[in-house]
């Protein structure tokens, strides 16, 4: 009975660890722009939505701390998955396609991550018009 106990304890404790939801973002690549909803997001699991809304084949690739991955080049008009774990840090987002020159077109995007249980930057207050 014990072997049991053991076993559903390490279950359990495997799906706690690993029970956070994968974040799942949509990019959408054209010619020659990354678009991601967001600059800044929170740490963890990411499952990128990537979106090839152009009119030729791209594919994008997410180069930071600890993350050296890309999807495979995607039709017109297709979409592929990308996996990933994002730590706090600020990452590349970009198309490799054609010996990078889709890169050095524009088609790059900087993502800042932060630690999951930081606070949401508060937005600035107002600035007042000079005689007002």
Sequence with gaps: MKPIL????????????????AQS?????TEFKVAVPKDTVKAGPFTF???????????MYVRG????KGTRDIQ?????????TLKP???EVFC???DLSHKAAGMTHTLVVTAADTPAPAAA?????PGS
Excluded: C, F, W
């Excluded at 053991?6 to 939801?21: F, H, I, K, M, T």
């Excluded at 939505?49 to 594919?59: D, I, S």
């Design 49 to 59: 939505r990537v979106k090839n809304a152009g009119l030729m084949n791209h594919a």
């Design 25 to 29: 973002v949509v990019i959408t690549l």
């Design 65 to 68: 701390p600890g993350v050296d």
């Design 6 to 21: 053991v076993a559903a304890a390490l279950v359990a404790s495997s799906s706690v660890a690993s029970g956070q939801a």
């Design 89 to 91: 840090g600020t990452y």
């Design 76 to 84: 017109v008009g297709q979409e592929s998955p990308l996996a990933v």
């Design 125 to 129: 207050p107002a600035k007042k018009k």
């Design 96 to 98: 490799p396609l054609s």
